[in-house]
């Protein structure tokens, strides 16, 4: 290494040094994880809502400086490495600036509004050569990544369909201090902002069926409306999917915001089993009866009775 990253880099034992631009809930809770690694050291904090960057400066409990506009952070010198948890709007440009200003970059999900934009991000990090990561948590799940060795085992045989869900009850609305800040507080709500469910939510699943099946969807269709929370919110309360992957396999998912009762899963159907992998079960279409329910069958047949290890 030559230059800035001779010094950046002195040996294993360095601190990274990392920025967070936006510190609302998901960007607390990156700063919460963050301050438990021992090789991180929180350096800088951004936001443009003040009371998010003052609780984010209590957290680090120590000097660190903030800013208000992003610009002024990923100018550091001193920063090697970015998270970007603000508003998906603000995805594409913030993650761009950032990588052509020489630093890595961690950008929440979804990844940006537009298919444009997510090329956009692409080409500055194949120009700037920095590190970028999209924030697709169940990749780091143990319960999901035991579901890809079995799947792309072949454990479950040939999956034909996936069944996706994520439903909730409530209204994603969050106060606010006074209606000046209704957008900005609650931009998911609103087209400028946000695609709703399925870039907040649906991405999660999106990303776990391409990931499984080493494929992307050939075309989706499907229908959304607003149905039961009708405040004013521009984005669909409820929206039912069909994403069509090569061969003939087909994502079926829904989401809706008017009831919680079945929670969120994938469920990936195999000619030999399925696997729900938020669940963490596993069901096989021809699986051997345990040990004692084989004898106590073996003892009705031939009419014998004898003590059985049913705890075996």
């Not at 609302?24 to 350096?43: A, D, F, M």
């Not at 072949?154 to 069944?163: A, L």
Request: charged share 25%; with cysteine.
């Amino acid at each position: 290494m030559k230059g800035d990253d001779e010094n950046r880099y002195k040996g294993p034992n360095d601190k990274i040094r990392v920025g967070l631009i936006g510190i609302g809930s998901r960007g607390n809770l990156l700063l919460l994880y963050l301050q438990k690694i021992p090789s991180v050291e929180i350096t800088a904090l951004c936001d443009d809502y003040l009371p998010n960057l003052e609780k984010a400066k209590q957290i680090v409990g120590k000097s660190v400086r903030t800013f208000t506009d992003y610009h002024q952070l990923i100018d550091m010198k001193n920063i090697d490495a970015v998270v970007i948890a603000t508003p998906l709007f603000l995805h594409a440009k913030m993650t761009v600036d950032a990588l052509l200003a020489g630093k890595d970059v961690f950008c929440e999900k979804s990844m940006a509004m537009t298919v444009d934009e997510c090329l956009q991000m692409m080409n500055a990090q194949k120009k700037s050569g920095k590190i970028l990561m999209i924030g697709h948590q169940r990749m780091f799940s143990l319960k999901y990544l035991k579901a890809y060795e079995l799947i792309r085992g072949g454990h479950i045989g040939q999956i034909k369909q996936i069944r996706a869900f994520w439903h909730r009850n409530n209204s994603w609305r969050r106060e606010t201090p006074t209606p000046a800040l209704e957008r900005k507080i609650n931009w998911r709500l609103y087209n400028q902002y946000s695609r709703g469910l399925i870039t907040e939510l649906g991405s999660h699943q999106l990303q776990v069926a391409n990931w499984f099946l080493g494929q992307t969807p050939e075309y989706v269709m499907g229908s959304g409306s607003i149905n039961f929370w009708k405040d004013g919110r521009e984005v669909d309360d409820n929206i039912n999917l069909i994403y069509a992957y090569p061969n003939g396999v087909s994502m079926i998912y829904d989401s809706m915001l008017s009831n919680k009762h079945y929670g969120f899963e994938e469920q990936f159907l195999g000619n030999k089993g399925t696997i729900e992998p938020e669940a963490n079960k596993y069901f096989f279409e021809d699986a051997p009866p345990a040990p004692a329910i084989l004898q106590l069958i073996n003892s009705l047949e031939k009419e014998t009775f004898e003590a059985i290890p049913i705890g075996v």
